[in-house]
């Protein structure tokens, strides 16, 4: 009998934005699943204790952090070059970086603007060319998108972040055309609304606020849940997945407290 074939043991994967949420729990996931794992972020001390955490468990990957803004492309070209220079090649990319600010389309600044797209789309676009090229070179890879469901719908208040994310999915579905004939599967993944500290941020809420896993009647979900997708993404089990967008947001539920709290009804 088949079966699935989810490791990502003995892989090398470069994971950006990784010193808290999303990105955090996908680095910690693969790193589990026996991954090396090379993660950045924009403060080194923020992101240097979440290696020294994997690099402590036991039968877990190697991890090795570097402070990188992914909004400058030297900065992006010399990760690369030093992530190669520690494990030697890297087999996945997951482009989790981003933020992001509320504010109605008439008040964003062109500064602010700017700074969106920066962070979001063009940070994006920096990785997946320059890891690309070392994909490429090599024997093929894999690379994972993080986009957003206000991506995907009208989400006011947050213009400038949704068309980056819009763009980022169809970066993705083009990408995957453009370097299949390399060996390079590209997909996206679209989180609905997610327990993070940006989330928390965003939404003037306490964390404390937040509704448990465990809890059925939620609208909010989890960092270790998305990081699961991208862990089936990266696999040879999503090997004729390429060009997709797995939309990961959960059901809203009716009279749920927790919504009508937030104003999410």
Same mark, same amino acid.
């Given at each position: 009998?088949?079966?699935?074939?989810?490791?990502v043991?003995?892989?090398?994967?470069i994971?950006?934005?990784?010193?808290q949420?999303?990105?955090?729990?996908?680095?910690?996931t @693969?790193?589990?699943?026996?991954?090396?794992?090379?993660?950045?972020?924009?403060?080194?001390?923020?992101?240097?204790?979440?290696?020294?955490?994997?690099?402590e468990?036991?039968?877990?990957?190697?991890?090795?952090?570097?402070?990188?803004?992914?909004?400058?492309?030297e900065q992006?070209?010399?990760?690369?070059?030093?992530?190669?220079?520690?494990?030697?090649?890297?087999?996945?990319?997951v482009?989790?970086?981003?933020?992001?600010?509320?504010?109605p389309f008439?008040d964003?600044?062109?500064?602010?603007?700017?700074s969106i797209?920066?962070?979001?789309?063009?940070s994006?676009v920096?990785?997946?060319?320059?890891?690309?090229?070392?994909?490429?070179?090599?024997?093929?890879?894999?690379?994972?998108?993080?986009?957003?469901?206000?991506?995907?719908?009208p989400?006011?208040?947050?213009?400038?972040y949704?068309?980056?994310?819009?763009?980022?999915?169809r970066l993705?579905e083009?990408l995957a055309?453009?370097?299949?004939?390399d060996?390079?599967?590209?997909?996206c993944?679209?989180?609905?609304l997610?327990?993070?500290?940006?989330?928390? *941020?965003?939404?003037g809420?306490?964390?404390?606020?937040?509704?448990?896993r465990?809890?059925? *009647?939620?609208?909010?979900?989890?960092?270790?849940e998305?990081?699961?997708?991208?862990?089936? @993404?990266?696999?040879?089990?999503?090997?004729?997945?390429t060009?997709?967008?797995?939309?990961?947001?959960?059901?809203?539920r009716?009279?749920?407290?927790?919504?009508v709290?937030l104003g999410?009804?």
């Amino acid at each position: 009998m088949h079966e699935p074939e989810f490791g990502v043991a003995g892989k090398t994967a470069i994971v950006t934005g990784a010193s808290q949420g999303i990105g955090r729990a996908i680095a910690e996931t @693969l790193a589990a699943g026996g991954a090396d794992v090379a993660i950045c972020s924009r403060s080194m001390d923020r992101v240097g204790p979440v290696a020294e955490e994997i690099n402590e468990a036991e039968d877990a990957g190697e991890a090795f952090a570097i402070e990188c803004n992914v909004r400058e492309r030297e900065q992006v070209e010399a990760f690369v070059e030093e992530t190669v220079e520690e494990f030697g090649d890297i087999d996945i990319l997951v482009n989790n970086a981003g933020g992001e600010f509320v504010a109605p389309f008439e008040d964003i600044s062109p500064n602010g603007w700017n700074s969106i797209i920066d962070l979001n789309l063009n940070s994006t676009v920096h990785c997946a060319q320059v890891v690309g090229e070392v994909m490429r070179e090599g024997d093929g890879g894999v690379i994972v998108n993080l986009s957003s469901v206000n991506g995907q719908h009208p989400a006011p208040n947050e213009s400038h972040y949704s068309a980056a994310k819009a763009a980022i999915i169809r970066l993705t579905e083009t990408l995957a055309v453009e370097w299949a004939d390399d060996g390079i599967r590209v997909n996206c993944v679209a989180p609905g609304l997610i327990q993070t500290p940006g989330v928390a *941020d965003t939404l003037g809420i306490r964390s404390e606020q937040m509704p448990s896993r465990e809890e059925t *009647d939620r609208r909010i979900g989890h960092s270790e849940e998305i990081a699961d997708v991208v862990q089936f @993404l990266v696999s040879p089990a999503a090997s004729f997945v390429t060009g997709e967008t797995i939309t990961a947001k959960g059901v809203p539920r009716p009279g749920n407290s927790f919504d009508v709290d937030l104003g999410l009804e």
